[in-house]
Structures are given as C-alpha cells and as structure tokens.
C-alpha cells in the first residue's frame, strides 16, 4: 500500500497485521506517514496519552520508538515523521504502536497494536548511470545549443543590439518618434510633409489712401510652424515708402522683406504697416502682399 498523502488505520482491536509502512532507504525526515487509531468502528481517544511507535529495523534485535505527533487526539490521528535511524537500512522489518497515559513518571500502558511490516526499500544508485549514456550526453549538448541560441535571438523585452542588414516582408510598426535618430511612421512624415509648403499668401489691390502715419495695409493669419516669410508694398511711380514693418519682424528701411525665416509657436497673425515718405500721400494704386511659405 502507498502511503504517500494516504492515512493508514491502525486498529488495535483487529486480529489482523496493520497496513505496512514502505519508506526509501535514507528518506529521513522526507515522509510524514499519517495515521489513524481505532478500536473496532471507535476512534482511541489520544486526549491526555501519548502515542508512541516502535521500529525493528531489518537486522536489528532491539527497536527504536518515537513520539507520534498529535494532529487530532478526540478522532486518534497522529503524524510519524521517517527518522534517520528507522530508514538506515534496507530490508523488511517490524513496527508496533502503544499508546500511554501521560502525566506520570512510570506511564500506564493503555493499548497496544498488533506487529506490523515496516519496509525500507533500497535506493536506487544512479551514479554514472546517465551521465555516461549517450542520450544525456545529447540532452546536455541540446541544452547548451539552447543556451547559445537564446544569446543569439531577439526578444520581446529589454533593449538589445541587432547588427546587419535585415528584411522584413511585412509591415513594422513603431511608435511616433521623440529623438532624432528614432524610427519614424509613415503617418508621422505624411503629417509633416502635408504642412511643409504651404503658402499663404495676402495680396493689397485697394487704394490706400494716407499720408505721414503709419497704417496698417495687409494681413494673413498662419498655423503654427516655421516659415519663410516674403512681403512688399509700394505705390507706382514712387520712390518706395519711409518706412515699411511686419508685425513679426520690426521697421525695415523701403518697402520690402525677402526670405525672413520666422517661428510660430501658435496660429500667428501677420500685420504688414506701412509710413508714407515725407510731403508725400499715397492714394490710388497702391499695391502689395504678404507671401509666408510653410517649412516645418
């Protein structure tokens, strides 16, 4: 009978031998063996005793005895745990429990069970016994193959190296960009190649009639972004105006900007102003425009 995870009946009224207990040569303190005490149908009641167990080793002629451990004493459940001495030697040999009224020097014996078969199987010598066979000496190459071929691949986690080219036949993906040298999406430049190049440009027809003051004579509202920012404005078949300023860029000397590069961080209103030269009025015909080409 296995006694592993079992519970062995060790009935003191039975006529019959107990179960036997089977324990591997040098299992100490490895196996509890769980068992039951009873009278008949009864449980013994443990409250008050101690439970003992004694052992005849295989070639022994005088026994070793141990304490049972109490687990349960009103239903006479009691835990043996396989001792070194018990288990030393293989062979079959003999085990009996007595039971005994604790609390006096010279204790009562209150019962006793029949002799029992207590087992101790020789254990196994697997010295040199794999290790020299050529399937292990191929488990252990496969292994280490194992190992090296882990070092060598890809993983899911942790940041690693690959070096040389490689191709990939399907899509890869990867999350937006945050440094210069990360990948980017398609998604990500097709945005930024969207915006890059836009222009908007403002144009001034109407006249403008004005003399001395400054006035503000065009304007053009951009998205944020960087751009090259042109502007002119002037009145035919005068020498230019006194003074000609973009909202962005200061007071410039004429009446022209070429290719100012500007930063907006947020959507920009562009105001063009311009001051009529000195004893001079511009009236009819006065023309310009304000041309911002998109970069970034």
């Known amino acids: 009978m296995s006694i592993f995870n079992k519970t062995l009946t060790v009935d003191f009224c039975s006529a019959e031998a107990p179960p036997e207990i089977r324990v591997v040569q040098g299992e100490a303190k490895a196996r509890i063996v769980h068992l039951k005490l009873s009278d008949g149908d009864t449980a013994v009641n443990l409250t008050g005793c101690t439970a003992r167990i004694f052992i005849l080793p295989h ?6 005895y141990e304490d049972l451990t109490i687990t349960s004493a009103s239903t006479g459940k009691c835990d043996y745990l396989v001792s070194g001495n018990s288990a030393a030697v293989a062979g079959s040999g003999l085990y ?21 078969r207590f087992t101790v199987q020789e254990k196994p010598d697997f010295t040199g016994a794999i290790e020299a066979s050529t399937a292990f000496s191929a488990l252990l190459s496969a292994l280490a193959t194992a190992v090296g071929l882990d070092a060598l691949a890809v993983h899911k986690a942790g940041a690693e190296t690959i070096t040389g080219a490689k191709t990939f036949s399907g899509s890869v993906t990867v999350p937006a960009p945050t440094t210069d040298m990360q990948a980017s999406t398609k998604k990500y430049v097709d945005d930024k190649v969207a915006n890059t190049g836009t222009r908007y440009v403002a144009i001034q027809t109407e006249t403008k009639n004005f003399s001395g003051a400054e006035i503000l004579v065009m304007t053009q509202t951009v998205p944020a972004g960087t751009y090259i920012i042109e502007a002119l404005f002037a009145h035919p078949g005068v020498s230019g105006c006194s003074n000609f300023r973009l909202s962005t860029g200061g007071i410039l000397s004429g009446a022209g900007l070429i290719g100012r590069v500007e930063v907006f961080a947020t959507s920009t209103t562009i105001n063009a102003y311009a001051t009529a030269a000195s004893g001079t009025s511009y009236v009819d015909g006065d023309r310009g425009y304000i041309h911002a080409c998109r970069i970034k």
């Open 96 to 116: 009996w429990i007595e039971v005994l009224q604790a609390g006096s020097p010279d204790p009562v014996l209150v019962g006793y069970s029949r002799t029992g």
């Open 59 to 64: 070639g022994e002629a005088t026994p070793l």
